[in-house]
């Protein structure tokens, strides 16, 4: 089964293309690591699943249907340099979080907290960049869903913070056996989060593969960036 | 709570985002902007043209804070998880609306208060010309302005709302047409229909009986009204949900 199936999907922005008919399938119940330079289309491509922004041209589908605000029910979605509501505290974000999502676990929200080190009295606004970046990922995290998208996690946080969203990414995982796309330039962090990448440039797949098999014959995904971007 | 009212409540709190309460120094211009006007108003024209002053204020506050209510999720960059939120863009929208008339309501309770003690400040300085019936009279007159205001306030909110949209989508540019159009289109359609529902001047007569103020007003031409009205800004919502939904992006 596929979470994810894209064919042919143009996306242009003016002149500028986005999205190069890209075609590719991502399978269920797996962690799939999407890489590339600044500009390859990554995050058009996270917005497309979610119907933030449509293709110009090709067909998806996303969990065996096309994106809408029905199938945002089973997917959860980070976006990259987005905030949240600054006048909220910890705790009524999570409270906010637990109204008006249908799948939001509060027990897993309360227990990410604790274990992201978060005070639940604390404002958002006097957090941390880190701090807020982990607020959001637990209101992803929290949510029982079949597809977790995650578009640059850690971007701009600290290596203490980064390593505790791979520790809240991971338990998640493990408990709930979810499908798992997210986009990072910390390869080195995340590369053992990954069971398959897919390496996009200039909108197109320029090479994608199970983790294992492409360590095998082309040595560490890290290695193999540097071969593909430098 | 459910998730609408969670929507709703979210929108009334915008305000508090401290980053606008921090900016007291452009609270204060505009408040004193406000009070010197109404006491412009007041002294050019008499103590109760502030009560006609106050439903002009307000429909042009119901427009903005309408509007502002939708344009924040973008300067705030929180619209990535607010149009991600498992509901249709019809529901997204209303609950912004809502989240806006809380807000209206309290600025309009303020500004009545406010209004009315300015107005009574002049009736202690000039008590010879404003008398119990001028202000009966004047208060009538205003009565009136405010029932015209509460049946408008939706369609001005709605328009408010539409306007937010329109500027991020991809007729933006188009905007200041497509408001005229759509502003003169219902602008005439209202003014059409209006009349049909009930004969203004003898539904709405407001009197003076004894120099007691005696409203003759017809519940139900003012409820058809404000039905009307609200219907109007259903279909603005429609149009707007459509824009949300497929002419726009983040």
């Known amino acids: 089964m596929t979470a994810v199936d894209m064919q042919n999907v143009i996306k242009k922005y003016g002149s500028t293309v986005a999205l190069d008919s890209l075609t590719l399938s991502i399978p269920e119940g797996q962690i799939t690591g999407v890489l590339g330079p600044n500009g390859a289309g990554k995050s058009t491509f996270f917005k497309t699943l979610v119907g933030l922004t449509r293709p110009n041209q090709g067909d998806i589908t996303v969990l065996g249907q096309k994106p809408s605000w029905k199938v945002n029910r089973q997917v959860a979605y980070l976006a990259d340099q987005c905030r949240w509501y600054e006048y909220h505290t910890v705790r009524e974000a999570v409270e906010y979080g637990h109204a008006v999502f249908p799948d939001f676990n509060m027990d897993k929200a309360q227990e990410l907290v604790l274990s992201l ?15 807020k970046a982990r607020l959001q990922l637990i209101l992803c995290l929290a949510r029982d869903v079949q597809l977790l998208l995650l578009d640059e996690p850690f971007s701009g946080i600290d290596m203490v913070s980064r390593e505790k969203i791979i520790e809240g990414i991971i338990q998640t995982f493990s408990n709930n056996k979810q499908t798992i796309i997210i986009s990072t330039h910390e390869i080195h962090q995340a590369e053992s989060l990954f069971d398959q990448v897919i390496f996009m440039d200039q909108g197109r797949v320029i090479m994608a593969g199970e983790v294992e098999t492409l360590r095998q014959e082309r040595g560490s995904i890290e290695n193999i960036y540097r071969g593909l971007f430098q | 709570m459910t998730r609408f009212w969670a929507l709703i409540d979210n929108s009334g709190k915008f305000n508090k985002d401290h980053n606008y309460t921090a900016n007291l120094r ?9 009070l010197l006007t109404s006491v412009g108003f007041s002294y050019s024209l008499g103590p109760f043209s502030l009560l006609a002053f106050v439903p002009v204020f307000l429909l042009f506050a119901a427009f903005i804070s309408a509007s502002s209510q939708i344009s924040r999720e973008w300067r705030e960059q929180t619209i990535s998880w607010w149009l991600t939120v498992p509901c249709s863009r019809s529901e997204l929208l209303a609950s912004k609306l809502l989240g806006a008339l809380i807000r209206l309501t309290k600025i309009a309770g303020i500004s009545i208060v406010a209004t009315a003690l300015i107005a009574l400040g002049w009736i202690l300085v000039k008590p010879d010309i404003w008398t119990m019936p001028a202000i009966s009279v004047a208060a009538l007159m205003a009565s009136k302005l405010y029932i015209l205001t509460i049946i408008v306030l939706p369609l001005a909110m709605a328009l408010g709302m539409f306007f937010a949209v329109l500027m991020r989508s991809r007729f933006k540019f188009f905007a200041p047409f497509i408001i005229a159009f759509v502003g003169a289109a219902f602008g005439a359609g209202a003014n059409y229909l209006l009349p049909i529902l009930g004969k203004t001047e ?26 009307l009205m609200l219907v109007i800004a259903a279909v603005i919502l429609a149009l707007s949900s459509y824009l949300l939904a497929e002419q726009t992006e983040v």
Do not use: E, H, M, Y
Request: hydrophobic share 50%; no cysteine.
């Open chain 1, 117 to 131: 080190g978060l005070a639940n009295d604390a404002s958002v606004g006097s957090l941390s960049k880190g701090q």
């Open chain 2, 26 to 34: 452009w609270q204060l211009f505009n408040t004193l902007l406000v």
């Open chain 2, 202 to 227: 003898v539904d709405t007569q407001l009197t003076l009986i004894s120099q007691i103020p005696v409203f003759n007003l017809s519940l139900t031409a003012i409820v058809l009204r404000v039905g």
